[in-house]
């Protein structure tokens, strides 16, 4: 299996914030490794650094083992092929409830270029896949396939219009059902067609594909992804150490809200914990020339205050 190249977005400005207040020895976790960009410049910044990764892909796990001994690093590293929402078990699993926690925690959400990139994943109607779209293809049984052919009519409307904030659910819906009584619906370019001839004439070319929203809402939903965002963060809070932050980066505007407003709650509830970025932090001209999947990339930083005796200087 060769795994596809990812562009790590953010990378110098997630590892920057992380390290500020880190020494030698200190341990790091990153809860989405996926071709390890930002576990390994965390691992280059200093030889002393620890990662804890974590990946729900088989194939990004597969990947992440055998860069982990191509560039010896096995033992700063430990990486868990399971959910992040997962992380309070696999912490306590692999240093016990005595460890006394991270540095940073860093979180770069959604799905990697491999999964777009990789027909068989059905994550992309630019190829004729399978509709599938699980990034966890060993534990989680719901596809994109059984999404489209088994949810009720109101669901599958709440879905499109939630997650992918498409205009014209009410049509692509309509569509799906019609489709759907007449043969199962089991591939990407099937749904890409549903889709495309959902949109009025004049909107099926030139803006953004008429794919682009549905085909998001559903790897939203096979993925849980914004459940799982909610739980994780409230399972990092505690395993912060005093001048540890967590750098979040997501994709689009239901992933940052999630952050931002959690943030928030955590700031309230918590006088020691404090919002580092007023503002999100977005990707350079430099990086927006490199790669453009960055432009929608946003990244917010918390941190628990450091102890007085902590401080530097
Ligand atoms: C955007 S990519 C991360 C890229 C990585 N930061 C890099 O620089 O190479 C997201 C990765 O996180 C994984 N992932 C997404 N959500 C996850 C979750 N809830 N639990 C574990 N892994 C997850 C995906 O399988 C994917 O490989």
Redesign the pocket.
């Known amino acids: 299996m060769e795994y596809l190249p990812?562009y790590?977005v953010l990378?110098r400005e997630a590892v920057d914030y992380l390290v500020e207040n880190a020494k030698d020895g200190d341990w790091f976790s990153?809860?989405?490794?996926?071709?390890?960009?930002?576990t390994f410049a965390l691992l280059q910044r200093n030889e002393k650094f620890n990662v804890l990764s974590?990946?729900?892909?088989p194939e990004?796990y597969k990947n992440g083992m055998e860069l982990i001994e191509k560039n010896k690093v096995g033992d700063r590293i430990k990486f868990a092929n399971?959910?992040?929402?997962n992380f309070d078990e696999v912490v306590k699993e692999k240093f016990g409830e005595d460890f006394e926690g991270f540095m940073g925690v860093v979180v770069?959400?959604?799905?990697?270029s491999h999964?777009f990139d990789k027909s068989e994943r059905g994550f992309s109607f630019r190829f004729e896949g399978p509709l599938d779209m699980r990034?966890d293809t060993e534990n989680n049984e719901l596809t994109a396939e059984i999404v489209v052919n088994e949810y009720e009519e109101d669901e599958l409307f709440e879905i499109i219009k939630t997650y992918g904030e498409e205009r014209f659910t009410r049509r692509i819906v309509q569509n799906i059902l019609e489709e759907r009584k007449k043969e199962r619906i089991t591939t990407t370019k099937q749904m890409e067609n549903i889709c495309f001839h959902s949109y009025p004439k004049n909107m099926r070319h030139g803006g953004i594909h008429p794919a682009t929203r549905t085909f998001q809402a559903l790897r939203i939903e096979v993925?849980q992804?914004l459940q799982?965002l909610t739980d994780v963060l409230s399972q990092l809070i505690k395993w912060l150490r005093p001048g540890g932050r967590i750098a979040a980066i997501s994709f689009h505007s239901l992933e940052d809200r999630i952050v931002k407003h959690a943030y928030k709650g955590f700031t309230k509830e918590d006088k020691n914990l404090e919002i580092l970025t007023k503002k999100p932090v977005l990707a350079t001209q430099e990086e927006l020339s490199e790669n453009s999947r960055s432009r929608s990339a946003k990244m917010r930083v918390l941190q628990r205050k450091l102890d007085k005796t902590e401080e530097k200087g």
């Open positions: 990812h790590s990378n990153d809860l989405t490794f996926g071709a390890g960009g930002h974590f990946d729900q892909d990004a399971t959910n992040f929402r770069d959400l959604g799905v990697s999964h990034m993925n992804e799982v």
